[in-house]
């Protein structure tokens, strides 16, 4: 069993910076590490994925240029630098973790966190 536990979220102004955290603990290897996000009143969508190695990196078209996803192996630990935020960043963001190579579908995802709120003010 794997749990993953978001830190991170909270209140910025339009333009400004956050970093998530997601720590992950237990003795399953983890392929992919994502991150989805939630607003109110809208579906679940993907923002970015890392897979082990780090040779591939996903991001939405949305937060390209913006976002950036890391993840730190000693720390089994995901991070979500989030710069130039906008308020239709508004969100929970998740983390979440898959036992194989997984893409941008959140049927592929194995293991969640409980969320972490982003509100970004205009």
């Known amino acids: 069993q794997v749990q993953v536990v978001e830190s991170g979220g909270g209140l910025v102004q339009a333009g400004g910076s956050l970093r998530l955290s997601c720590a992950g603990s237990?003795?399953?290897?983890?392929?992919?590490m994502a991150w989805f996000r939630q607003a109110p009143g809208k579906e679940r969508e993907f923002v970015a994925a890392i897979i082990r190695g780090g040779d591939d990196i996903y991001y939405a078209d949305s937060v390209k240029g913006r976002f950036t996803i890391s993840r730190d192996y000693a720390k089994n630990t995901v991070y979500l630098q989030m710069n130039s935020l906008k308020p239709e960043d508004t969100a929970v963001y998740y983390c979440?973790?898959?036992?194989?190579?997984?893409?941008?579908?959140?049927?592929?995802?194995?293991?969640w966190g409980q969320g972490t709120q982003v509100t970004v003010s205009s």
């Open positions: 237990g003795r399953a290897v983890i392929y992919t």
């Open positions: 979440a973790a898959a036992r194989l190579r997984a893409g941008i579908a959140d049927r592929e995802y194995d293991y």
